[in-house]
C-alpha cells in the first residue's frame, strides 16, 4: 500500500501591504484634512482682522479745520472755520465744534484744510493792536482773506507833503482784519489792518503824502 503525500502551497497573505496601504491613505488624508483646516483658520482670522481694521477706519469724529490759509496770530471767527468728519489717532485732540475756535488767536500758520488742533490755540494776546480801514483803488486789490498777511506800501505824490519818490515799505506783514463782503475790481474799496499802535503814525503819514498799495504775503512767509 502506498500513501500519497499531497502538499498544499500557502500563498502569501497581502493583508500587510494592504495595512501599509490604508495607513499611507490615512496619512495623506490626514495631511490635507491639516491643510485644510489651517486654511479655514487663516481665511477667518483674515476676516476678523479686516473687519475690525474697517470698523476702525469707519469710527469717524467731528473736527475743525479752516477754510482759507491763516497766519499766525489771527483771531479765528467763523467764516475761517468748517466742521468735517475725519478718522482721527487717538493722541490726536482736536477741536470739535466752531464755538470752541472762534475768539481764539493761533499759534502757528495753519493751511486751508488743516485740522485745528487744541494745541493751535491760544487765548488773544493782550498786545497794543489797532485796526485801521485803508483805501485801495480800482484794481490793486490782491486776492487776500480774513487772517491773510499784506506788507503796505506807499508811492508819494505830488498831491502830498513829500517829495515824489521811489515806494517805500511802511507797514511789514500787517494782519487783514475784514475784507469787503462784496467787491468789484472795478471800484475803489477798502481794507481792514491789524497793526500795532507803533505803525499807526507811518501809515497815516503815507495816506497823506501819496498812493497806498497792499502786496499779498504767501502763506508761511515770515519774513
Do not use: C
Not at 490759509?69 to 489771527?74: D, K, W
Not at 477741536?95 to 499759534?107: L, P
Not at 511789514?172 to 481794507?191: E, M, Y
Not at 495816506?207 to 502763506?219: E, I
Request: hydrophobic content about 45%.
Amino acid at each position: 500500500m502506498s500513501l500519497t503525500v499531497r502538499t498544499r502551497f500557502i500563498r502569501p497573505t497581502q493583508k500587510p501591504a494592504l495595512v501599509t496601504q490604508l495607513n499611507r491613505q490615512r496619512r495623506v488624508t490626514t495631511w490635507r484634512d491639516s491643510r485644510f483646516w489651517l486654511g479655514l483658520l487663516l481665511i477667518a482670522g483674515s476676516l476678523i482682522a479686516g473687519n475690525s481694521y474697517v470698523a476702525h477706519v469707519s469710527a469717524r469724529s467731528l473736527a475743525v479745520v479752516v477754510t482759507h490759509p491763516i497766519a499766525q496770530g489771527t483771531v479765528l471767527n467763523s467764516s475761517d472755520l468748517s466742521v468735517v468728519q475725519v478718522a482721527l489717532p487717538q493722541s490726536v485732540t482736536v477741536v470739535t465744534s466752531i464755538e470752541n475756535a472762534v475768539g481764539h488767536s493761533v499759534s502757528h500758520d495753519i493751511a486751508a484744510g488743516e485740522l485745528v488742533t487744541q494745541s493751535a490755540l491760544e487765548s488773544p494776546l493782550m498786545v497794543d493792536t489797532r485796526i485801521v480801514a485803508i483805501p485801495i483803488r480800482a484794481g490793486h486789490m490782491p486776492s487776500v482773506a480774513h487772517g491773510s498777511r499784506v506788507d503796505v506800501w506807499v508811492t508819494p505824490s505830488t498831491q502830498g507833503i513829500a517829495i515824489p519818490g521811489p515806494s517805500e515799505l511802511v507797514v511789514a506783514g500787517a494782519l487783514v482784519d475784514a475784507v469787503p463782503d462784496q467787491f468789484d475790481p472795478t471800484i475803489d474799496t477798502s481794507l481792514s489792518l491789524a497793526i500795532s499802535s507803533s505803525e499807526v503814525a507811518a501809515l497815516m503819514q503815507g495816506l497823506r503824502d501819496g498812493l497806498v498799495d497792499v502786496v499779498a504775503v504767501p502763506s508761511g512767509d515770515r519774513s
